[in-house]
């Protein structure tokens, strides 16, 4: 840890910052060329072309046959659910780690979260316990799951691909299906991540991505649906452009819909960025060699590398704690707070936040275990 | 007419464009400059002291004393609403004349859209029809507007400034104060409108602006809520971040929140856009003195002048029927567009939308009207 706190140390005077983020995007002056072009055509908003050219990109580099982008990760997880039929009183699986978006986009749909617990080695949805919970909570009726308890629904479950390290995802698909039950991938923080050779995000029905400032590559705001399904596709288009139909001159909306478009000048951003996604997943791995040099040996903690069979983004460095101890993670986080570099733990277990105690859950050991395990160190491409 | 089109044609020929759309903004090198700025600053997401900064300009631009900003108009609607305690369940009345974004952000909210009519002249919500339908519909207890019909609460109404021409705010704000109705003033095409020399969106408890790529002054995409009450905007501060608490590393929310903060990329736009929005005011109120000239002494038309006592930013230009007739309308709407100058009618009202039909409404006459008398034409800066 010593040697890995002098490093940062080092590396934080010798860039002139006062405090050293946990995560930075690379912005620089290879990104002024695109923005010029925008500022110059004029069409800094949704009308025009680098929209397309952006979604392109992507849906080569993540090899999805559709991405419909937004003005952010949640706006994509919003329509995303929506788009796998869930409906007001139904059910949703997620993790109870994860950023709190997720939750709030099923509450947005007025759905009700129901909390799952993950792995303690990639924090992923823990299939083992899913497939046992299940089998015990539920029962298949009209080609649906239903929860025994709540005789509701349980229409679809959210997969959220932890800190860039691919969850299980084939083992949970497979669980998913024998249940009835849809799959959106959270790949908001895995952009460049790959399960066994394929692009996370396309392995369940809806997978979304996230450009937000914090992300490997970013658009200011932004986010994407991916899907393989030209009827989806078409869908999220037409709710995310406030349902409205094709016509010469008149204002027609055929449903509810929303402003979720991602402007131009922010595609503009991403086109930039997105060419330089390998070299930022390589400075990645560099650095997660390096750091991992640099705590060598610690009888308290280990770098966490990526799940095997996987590529990871390393899109956040992440010290992991031999034993739980929110003791120990404290004294780090303000052992680095106090140097002016930030470290965080991970996201607060969702089932514990005032405004979701309410809902469903499994039993949380694991989560609870993983709140007092993790620390995020900074991972920015420069380090 | 026939003067008009002469000059939109030339006008569109000798800018060598290969159509004439109804509004761009005004993007030019000027922009560059504070983009270049952030791309230099690397800080193009919600991080950025930018936000901050355009915040501040908005503020004293419109006099409002808070203004957050956030990813568009709609989203500023949906969490204004909230602010004003917009619950499931709760009426919102509305104009039929407007964009579709005010009653998706009431059902947003799960409220009921409730739709009331609009004054022929400027097209704004009719004091004296909603006074009368307030009086004859409804009753006032435990200070609270009841709908005698549904027995629901009537808590919030929405008041569109029309193309940049302000409602008859004043009367309308006298009468909804009567009926303790809360007021949300959407004044996203009406930046630089004044009504008796106060900028319009603070009149009511809750003001809404919005940058998109057609408006006046543009961000790509973007909006901002305005209020004059410290505890709203501290508030509305902290729905369109995720309702996410202070700590010095832990995630705590204590609410369902949004994802709605604009980022900083889009706010160094809106920064050098605002900068010139007086000047963008002067061109439009030359454009509209131009195109009036040129449709003089029409048997079947005229152009829309802006209300007593008040300054529009005539946003669109507007051509008026003198008697309503969608053959007349078609007919004119026909020629523009074989000519491939972009000129389109008022929004369909909202009542007759498809998924809007279910929704109570009063006797929308005018609306009615309304539809079948204005078309809006080329309006852009340049012309």
């Given at each position: 840890m010593q040697k890995l706190l002098k490093y940062l140390l080092y590396k934080k005077s010798a860039l002139k910052k006062n405090f050293l983020p946990l995560h930075e995007p690379?912005?620089?002056?290879?990104?002024?060329k695109e923005i010029t072009k925008i500022i110059n055509s004029g069409?800094?908003?949704?009308?025009?072309?680098d929209i397309q050219r952006f979604e392109n990109i992507i849906s080569k580099f993540t090899n999805s046959k559709f991405v419909i982008t937004t003005i952010n990760g949640t706006a994509a997880i919003h329509i995303g659910l929506k788009l796998l039929?869930?409906?007001?009183?139904d059910e949703v699986l997620l993790p109870s780690?994860?950023?709190?978006a997720a939750a709030n986009a099923i509450i947005y749909n007025n759905a009700e979260p129901h909390f799952v617990d993950s792995e303690l080695?990639?924090?992923?949805?823990d299939p083992d316990k899913l497939k046992e919970y299940l089998k015990k909570n539920t029962y298949i009726s009209n080609n649906k799951c239903i929860?025994?308890?709540?005789?509701?629904?349980?229409?679809a479950i959210i997969i959220v691909h932890v800190f860039g390290h691919p969850a299980k995802i084939s083992e949970i698909i497979k669980i998913a299906k024998k249940y009835k039950i849809k799959v959106l991938e959270d790949a908001a923080e895995s952009l460049g991540s790959k399960y066994k050779g394929k692009h996370v995000g396309?392995?369940?029905d809806i997978g979304i991505l996230s450009f937000n400032g914090?992300?490997?590559?970013?658009?200011?705001s932004g986010g994407a649906i991916l899907c393989n399904n030209r009827y989806l596709a078409k869908k999220a288009r037409h709710l995310v452009t406030t349902s409205k139909l094709k016509h010469k001159w008149e204002f027609i909306h055929d449903d509810v819909g929303y402003n979720y478009r991602l402007a131009n000048l922010n595609a503009a951003l991403g086109i930039s960025q997105i060419k330089r996604v390998n070299k930022f997943i390589k400075k990645k791995h560099e650095i997660y060699k390096r750091f991992n040099k640099l705590i060598d040996n610690s009888k308290d903690l280990f770098l966490l590398n990526q799940p095997k069979s996987c590529r990871s983004n390393f899109w956040l460095q992440t010290l992991v704690l031999k034993k739980p101890s929110v003791h120990l993670r404290n004294k780090i986080l303000t052992i680095f707070y106090k140097k002016k570099i930030l470290a965080r733990p991970i996201?607060?277990?969702?089932?514990?936040l005032s405004f979701l105690t309410k809902y469903q859950k499994m039993s949380l050991k694991n989560a609870e275990q993983i709140e007092k395990k993790i620390i995020n160190i900074p991972s920015s491409c420069y380090l």
């Open positions: 690379d912005i620089s002056k290879l990104d002024q069409f800094v908003s949704s009308v025009g072309k039929g869930v409906k007001k009183g780690i994860g950023f709190v080695n990639h924090f992923g949805v929860n025994k308890k709540t005789k509701k629904i349980i229409k396309n392995f369940g914090n992300k490997i590559v970013t658009t200011g996201w607060k277990p969702l089932h514990k």
